[in-house]
């Protein structure tokens, strides 16, 4: 079945998440939408997930860099797989094209001090520099919420997606979980040259 523990931040489990935020419809912005997403799965699956382990896979609350296989088999019967290694499959052998269908840019392939355009509805725009790891930092906003000075950690964009991204730090805040472009996804996505 795979290694016992799996990398939270690999294309794969983003692509889970995904689908589970899709089929659940719960937005997962407070401790109680945990809650409802765990009582969800239950009533599904008949398996219990804690709303710890959940926030802790969403990147809500900090927690181990992975995850383990009998919560990814969980959360893939949730969404109609009979485990974890059938949802990998069902992604193809050539995981990149299956994980980003509609073009996209994965952290793996960013250098620091990479700069990235991203746009989404309503005429929101963000220049944000690669830093490390999974690590970015706003340089430039529009029309967001989202600021300059602003980090958050996020390990893939796909276009035409929502963004979900981890421990964003908004000025003198507790680092939060956040998406951009829930409802339409990203309309741009662009490595540009740096200024």
Known sequence: MGKTNQDKSSPEIVELRKRIELKSTVTLRTPADFID???LIADETGEILSPTTLKRL?????????TRLSTLNILSKYIGFSHWEEFQESLGDDSQSSILPNGGL???DLEPNDLIAIEWLPNRKLVVRYCKGLLFEVVSAENSKVKVGDTFECSIFILHEPLYVANLIHGNNEPVP?????KDGLTKIKKIEKV
């Open 37 to 39: 997403l765990s009582e």
């Open 58 to 66: 969403w990147g809500y609350i900090e927690g181990a860099g992975t």
């Open 178 to 182: 956040f998406v951009m472009g829930a």
């Open 106 to 108: 994965d952290v793996k």
